[in-house]
């Protein structure tokens, strides 16, 4: 519902008429605060695709890389009494070749590095599968030339009998282009429906990637305020709370996801 | 305990009824003489016996017992000539006066016995006073002169956000003001995003501000009561006034209904925001649709000696579209009847009927894909009040008031395309209840107090679904209400006095304590004042908020009331307020109130207030000194942490100088300490994202801002040169058409205040975060031409 209201073009539009506006960067003098552990960690249905990585968080305005953890023991275990010992692929990343996750299992997750513990546990839900992915090509209104601007619509059905939370990802040539989108079914319980995102930045022969994940509550929470936090008009942001328990932040998610992939055509096909 | 109170009550009016010893009563309306418009706070004093005396209600009635004999009545009010009267008073007598407004050569010369000295003797506390003549005079944005940018330049009035007309008085949150027009409540006074107020000063008659001390008669709001009051129409004459400006421009129009008994005034406004966006290249912007529009109209008949009728209403609404495929819409109106009637000198009522309806809609989608979201709240009031005016130093109010709430948080309407199902919140309804009884009694000839007690009572009432949540806002059960049955009753006493000691012709000391209860609350979600903030009851999960104030003040006037001087000092604890946790989804949720947290709050400051009333250069300065805290449980780790508007120093400048004539230059200056507010203090990375990390609520500052205005009023020529038909001289007569220039600048020194302050990747390194400061105005010139005839 939060697109449906462009608060910010809005304010921003009444004062353009009046031609005055102004941005400008401004040096401020803010805090350090202490460095964090910080964990980002996804168990999927999907083979090969449940990634936990380290970090430390750093200062704002700093232009160094941020430090990624090793060495850390990280251990993965399911209710059923199973339990998964993720090496060390890359710095700071711990992934296990071919684990997939299982759809309704409670998974927990065990962290040590140095003298720190972290755990967190979250649920898998059952998978809902992308329908379609239609790409939505119109002629862009804000710009002279004739550019066009590309939206995607991801169909999908919802399942009446839950309440269900989604998590949208979408990959452009296998990096991370736009995340963090969440929604739940409370205006759509049990429909058909779709995600629409609008003016996505793609060229022809991009591979684009949407993934659909289904997550448990405490995520979508955790994701619903990592989004708002670049917006200027909230009343206070704040920190998202986080489902670890332990001296880090972060989050923890058992997702089932799918995904459907597509290259991008020759606008002149489409057209 | 309700049935014994109204008991109670009965037993004291019947006392007040016969405990009258042997007086008559001299009373009347007090009125403009050259519009016929009533003169609410006139003051009546006897030339040779000081210390007794009245002051003219909302209506210009006043009414003052004494004992049999010859007197001198003299009428004062500040602006007008003093008017003297002798009357011998041997029965209950009627005197109607007719004050006429002082001319620009007499408010030079000091006026013997003027009470201008009613800030020291009134005993009303802390009341902000703004003239609408010294609204019209201070320069403002884009020219729009307006009330609350006006009331904003007063000690403990602080405005919302640059440019917002939005306030917070006192450290009290903006829902905890309440406003009135004519009576009738209204709950989002700003067009724009809160960038203009809704009121059309041309339309006004009287504003009062009270931030304390608020008498019984008034309740469901915290911190404020904003009291307006319409003109009720030239009686006399056919007049019309107006403006074009380049934003916005208005016509007001007063005529009598019957001379002297009735009259009637339209006022309306439109702003063209819209026009300038033709020029834009870009097409969306060019189809952009921005205006506000503003219809006032009041009507009013007297009948017969002691019966007066009013009908009025409020009308106004904004319209925003962007391309067809989004468009936003809010407004209010509201109606009022009331009926004035004098039952006998010493007891006047007021009876009125008051709806008031504020809604907005939200469409979105193209035409095949509409979808519509819409929101309303719908008040209907019933008010019933007296005053009681037992003799020379004893007067009582008491009355009834009675409003039925129906909120309607948000409904979804989605078209037969259903890619989302329609969506209706369920509406909620309350029934608000008031009774009160105060009493004005001068103790001594020094000492007078104003003390009283409202009781207030609250009902949420069925039909609906009433959920009941667990503390994680999960719903643990459900019950169904019919219509009209009762979900749940609040209520409470709020007992208030004031008191005023005056120590000596030029100087007073004031105290007071207000304890009060609000009932209806608004979940806000951002920065400035949303259209889209929902009102929502007290509830079976929301308790009502209460306020204990207590305040003191000492007030002094110089050089024979030249200069005002005051200081005051306050202290005010809120109980039961609300905030929003973190991941609180605001709109259309059926199930917000469990999105919803409870802690309480405290302010305390002291306002210092220095003002020149006369001369060719008149003015203010404005100081405040205070400080605005929460303490949540879930919020900052239950630390007490400073609300966003806690601005420690808030200064406010004004000067007009009356160069000649016609000419009149005004500036006003602005200067306070910036809003708390929530910096990230470092970032971390999930997923290859750059996130902020936050640090404690509200634990930085915003930079400072000020300000200065500037503007010039260039009056047309009055006077023309006729030819007299008797004498063939030629003489000097006034035009009927007067008009006049007003030229002003905003923001002179073309200070960059921010506005925002948000933080973004860095153009030339994606790795570095930038802090960038937006600011909504430079400097802005504007041309106003004014007319009336």
Redesign the interface.
């Known amino acids: 519902?939060?697109a449906?209201?462009?608060?910010k073009?809005?304010?921003i539009?009444?004062?353009?008429?009046?031609f005055?506006?102004?941005?400008?960067?401004?040096?401020?003098d803010?805090?350090?605060?202490e460095?964090?552990v910080?964990v980002?960690a996804v168990i999927s249905n999907l083979p090969n695709q449940s990634i936990i990585?380290l970090?430390?968080?750093?200062?704002?305005?700093?232009?160094d890389?941020?430090t990624f953890l090793s060495d850390a023991s990280v251990r993965i275990k399911n209710n059923h009494g199973e339990s998964f010992l993720f090496p060390e692929s890359e710095p700071g990343v711990y992934t296990l070749d071919d684990f997939k996750g299982i759809e309704g299992l409670e998974y927990q997750l065990d962290i040590e590095w140095e003298d720190i513990k972290i755990n967190a546990s979250s649920k898998m839900p059952k998978t809902v599968a992308i329908d379609s992915i239609e790409l939505v090509v119109t002629p862009s209104?804000?710009t002279?030339n004739d550019e066009y601007i590309f939206s995607l619509k991801v169909h999908f059905t919802d399942p009446l009998d839950e309440t269900n939370y989604y998590r949208f990802?979408i990959f452009k040539n296998d990096?991370?282009y736009n995340?963090?989108v969440v929604s739940n079914d409370?205006?759509?319980?049990g429909?058909t429906?779709?995600q629409f995102f609008m003016n996505q930045e793609m060229q022809t022969q991009d591979t684009i990637c949407v993934q659909l994940s289904c997550i448990d509550k405490a995520n979508y929470?955790?994701f619903?305020?990592?989004g708002q936090?670049?917006s200027?008009?909230?009343?206070?942001?704040?920190?998202?709370?986080s489902n670890l328990k332990g001296n880090a932040?972060?989050?923890f998610g058992a997702y089932a996801q799918s995904r459907k992939y597509f290259i991008v055509p020759d606008i002149d096909t489409i057209l | 305990m309700k049935v014994s109170f109204l008991f109670l009550m009965c037993f004291l009016s019947m006392q007040m009824l016969f405990a009258q010893q042997k007086d008559y009563s001299v009373s009347g309306t007090i009125r403009d003489w050259e519009t016929g418009e009533d003169l609410p706070g006139a003051t009546l004093s006897l030339k040779n016996k000081g210390g007794v005396g009245a002051s003219s209600n909302a209506y210009g009635y006043f009414s003052l017992a004494l004992q049999e004999g010859n007197y001198d009545l003299m009428f004062t009010y500040i602006g007008y000539e003093t008017q003297y009267a002798n009357i011998n008073l041997i029965a209950n007598q009627v005197i109607n006066i007719e004050l006429k407004p002082l001319t620009a050569e007499l408010s030079e010369i000091e006026i013997i016995g003027e009470r201008e000295d009613r800030n020291i003797r009134a005993n009303e506390m802390t009341v902000a006073n703004v003239s609408i003549k010294e609204i019209e005079s201070i320069p403002v944005l884009f020219g729009e002169r307006d009330v609350f940018k006006t009331l904003q330049l007063m000690p403990g009035v602080k405005p919302a956000s640059e440019g917002s007309s939005g306030f917070y008085v006192r450290g009290g949150s903006s829902d905890q003001n309440l406003i009135l027009l004519d009576e009738a409540p209204v709950y989002n006074a700003s067009h724009m995003m809160g960038f203009f107020s809704i009121f059309n000063s041309d339309a006004l008659r009287d504003i009062k501000l009270y931030k304390g001390g608020m008498g019984a008669e008034y309740g469901g709001r915290l911190s404020s009561v904003l009291d307006i009051k319409m003109k009720e129409g030239n009686a006399k004459q056919f007049t019309a006034n107006g403006g074009l400006g380049l934003i916005s421009s208005r016509l007001t129009i007063q005529s009598p209904i019957v001379k002297n008994k009735g009259s009637f005034i339209v006022s309306a406004r439109r702003t063209y925001a819209d026009l300038f966006t033709v020029f834009s290249k870009n097409e969306a912007i060019k189809d952009a649709q921005l205006y506000f529009y503003d219809l006032n109209a009041k009507g009013n008949i007297r009948i017969g000696e002691n019966d007066r009728v009013f009908i009025s209403g409020y009308f106004g609404r904004d319209k925003f579209g962007f391309d067809e495929r989004f468009g936003f819409n809010w407004g209010n109106s509201t109606a009022t009847i009331r009926w004035n009637h004098i039952f006998n000198p010493k007891l006047f009522s007021n009876t009125s009927f008051i709806y008031s309806k504020y809604s907005y809609q939200i469409l979105a989608g193209p035409s095949d894909r509409r979808i519509e979201i819409g929101s309303h709240i719908i008040d209907y009031n019933f008010k019933h009040d007296y005053q009681f005016y037992q003799n020379d130093h004893s007067s009582w109010k008491f009355g009834l008031n009675i409003i039925h709430h129906t909120m309607n948080p948000g409904d979804l309407n989605s078209d037969e395309n259903q890619i989302f199902n329609s969506l209706e919140v369920e509406k909620r309804y309350a029934l608000e209840t008031a009774v009160y009884l105060s009493n004005e009694r001068k103790i001594s000839s020094s000492l007078s107090l104003n003390y009283g007690v409202r009781f207030s009572d609250f009902i949420q009432l069925g039909p609906g679904n009433i959920y009941t949540f667990n503390s994680f806002g999960d719903v643990i059960k459900t019950d169904v209400y019919k219509k009209w049955e009762k979900v749940v009753n609040y209520n409470g006493l709020e007992p208030r006095i004031n008191g005023t000691w005056i120590i000596n012709a030029v100087s007073s000391f004031r105290a007071f304590y207000t304890y009060s209860k609000q009932y209806m609350h608004l979940l806000s979600n951002s920065s400035s004042d949303s259209p889209t903030d929902i009102w929502l009851p007290s509830s079976n999960n929301i308790k009502p908020s209460s306020s204990s104030q207590a305040g003191i003040g000492y007030y002094r006037n110089f050089k024979q009331n030249m200069y005002e001087f005051s200081i005051e000092a306050y202290y005010k604890s809120m109980q039961d307020i609300i905030d929003y946790k973190i991941d609180a989804q605001v709109t259309l949720n059926p199930l917000v109130e469990g999105d919803l947290v409870f802690g309480k709050g405290r302010a305390y400051g002291a306002e210092l207030f220095i003002k020149k009333r006369k001369g060719k250069l008149t003015g203010w300065i404005a100081y405040t000194l205070s400080r605005t805290e929460r303490l949540f449980e879930e919020i900052n780790s239950n630390n007490w942490y400073p609300a966003k508007q806690d601005r420690t120093h808030d200064i406010a400048l004004v000067a007009m100088f009356q160069m000649s004539k016609r000419i009149q230059l005004s500036a006003s200056w602005v200067y306070y300490t910036g809003n708390a507010v929530t910096y990230p203090e470092s970032k971390y990375t999930i997923n290859g994202q750059d996130i902020l990390l936050y640090s404690d609520r509200n634990s930085y500052r915003m930079p400072d801002y000020h300000r200065l205005d500037l503007a010039l009023s260039l009056k047309n020529k009055e006077f023309k040169t006729v030819v007299d038909r008797e004498t063939g001289k030629l003489v000097q007569q006034k035009k009927r058409f007067q008009s006049s220039w007003n030229f002003s600048i905003y923001n002179a020194y073309n200070r960059e205040n921010a506005y925002s302050i948000s933080f973004e990747q860095s153009e030339s390194n994606p790795d570095v975060l930038q802090a960038i400061q937006l600011s909504l105005f430079k400097i802005i010139p504007s041309i106003t031409y004014n007319f009336n005839f």
């Open positions: 519902m939060r449906f209201i462009p608060y073009i809005t304010v539009l009444i004062a353009f008429f009046a005055i506006s102004c941005e400008k960067v401004i040096e401020l803010i805090g350090q605060a460095e964090t910080v980002d990585r970090s430390k968080s750093n200062p704002l305005f700093s232009s890389p941020y209104r804000f002279q990802d990096s991370l995340g963090f409370l205006f759509y319980n429909l429906t779709y929470s955790y619903l305020v990592l936090l670049d200027p008009f909230i009343i206070a942001p704040g920190n998202p709370v932040i972060g989050f």
